[in-house]
């Protein structure tokens, strides 16, 4: 997942590095000191051993901010910042979320003294984790909100054609279930043909119960009924898989509002697929725009090696990640989890 | 029954593989011939090429600034690059697309396999059932 980014990333890392290692090269130097040199050791200025005479405060002071300690001024990183930035931008990461990155990474490198001890690669390392975790935003976690919440907990699923709805709603049926608690699915995909068997061959699949109607019913009326049948049993969670469809429909969008209204869902998820990268961004900022998005599924992410929309999404349109999608089967689905990615991207030497 | 459903899912799926590798195929060539033609370009003297306007009409253009390449490195942004830069990018999305290519086509191996399983499984069924005498459903 994401491979490209990564190693993309590791390479303006490696950059920032030999950018900030010039700086601490020359020991004599002001720190100021332009002209990158290929990659000097990161641990450069040891500190100076003890002076014969006896030294001044001010020889202190001047042995800490000119040897031991190293500020970066802007001038040093320009050339590694702007790499950093076609960087992201090849990877599909947006451009509003990749200014933000930068200004990150430039505010928490520039006038930074690194302390004694403290190697360049720690500095831009925890630079870019800072960033990319502002970016990345909280995530969600659905078990906890599950809990914390009446029941049952409704939950709408929306979004284009062909991007994995109805198989995210049937992972995400399982992973519920495996966390213990009951599921009810509706079926409230009338319009595609199949759509209705191919929910009720996965929820027979994993031991959860459907409520459906004939192909072409109103499918408000089918997650009215879900809700009921979860209020009279006591079923903790209620996903409605609805029909794809663009954002510029104003029919189906219309339906979408009935439906909002019918079943009034505690949860509006907006599923998209990973490789589609900044399009996903875009459709997810006009679906939430037009319907609203409490949450953000992307699937189809072990195909991409980019990251860009994993990356940007949250960002973009302020509205948290929580599930990716990762294979065909159903436990190939991992909550989102920022801390995690963010290892996994900056993780290796 | 729930035999065939899954086939019909498999199948639908290995269509959408197929028509990813198709657009990766699409890209990747769609790449090459621009690393030609920008090659091509430094190449000749008087840097004429010839633009097609569509319809398979084509004219004869000079190209102002042949070492001026406007890229669209993603995100929708659009950079100006040296002629060898943008040689070097697009070969850099060559290898991408290549090795996305490989992903997608061991997946819809694996796809292929399962849906080949399958069929035997329905045959060896509908086999059993014959003998049997009796039409009977598959799981």
Known sequence: MFGGLKERLQAARNRLNSSIGAVAAPPEAEPVATTPAPAPAPAASPAEPAKTASPTFVDKVKILVLERELIVSEKNIADALSELEMTLLESDVALPVTDAIILHVQKSLVGKHRKIGESVDGMVVSALKTALLEVLGKGFDLTEYIKTHPRPVKILFTGVNGTGKTTSVAKIGSYLHKQGFSVVIGAGDTYRAGAIEQIAVHAERIGIKIIRHKEGADPSAVLFDTVQYAISHKIDVVLADTAGRFHTKSNLMNQLDKIKRVMKPDLVIYVDEAVAGNDAVIRAAEFDKTVGADAIVLTKADMDSKGGAAISIAHTIGKPLMFLGVGQSYDDIIPFDPAGVVDELLDGA | ?139
Do not use: C, H
């Open chain 2, 1 to 139: 029954m729930m035999l065939q459903q899954y086939l019909k899912d498999y199948g639908q799926q290995a269509e959408i593989f197929v028509e990813q590798l198709n657009l990766l195929e699409n890209g990747r060539m769609e790449a090459s011939a621009a690393i030609e033609a920008l090659e091509a370009m430094v190449a000749s003297d008087d840097n004429t090429v010839l633009l097609q306007i569509g319809g398979g009409a084509s004219v004869r253009a000079k190209v102002l600034e042949p070492e001026k390449i406007l890229v669209a490195i993603g995100a929708e942004v659009v950079v100006e690059r040296s002629n060898k830069d943008a040689v070097e990018f697009l070969k850099g999305r060559i290898m991408e697309m290549e090795a996305s290519q490989k992903r997608v086509s061991e997946t819809l191996e694996k796809l292929r396999a399962q849906m080949t399983e399958i069929t035997k499984r329905l045959e060896y069924g509908y086999q059993q059932s014959q003998q049997m005498g009796a039409p009977q459903e598959e799981e």
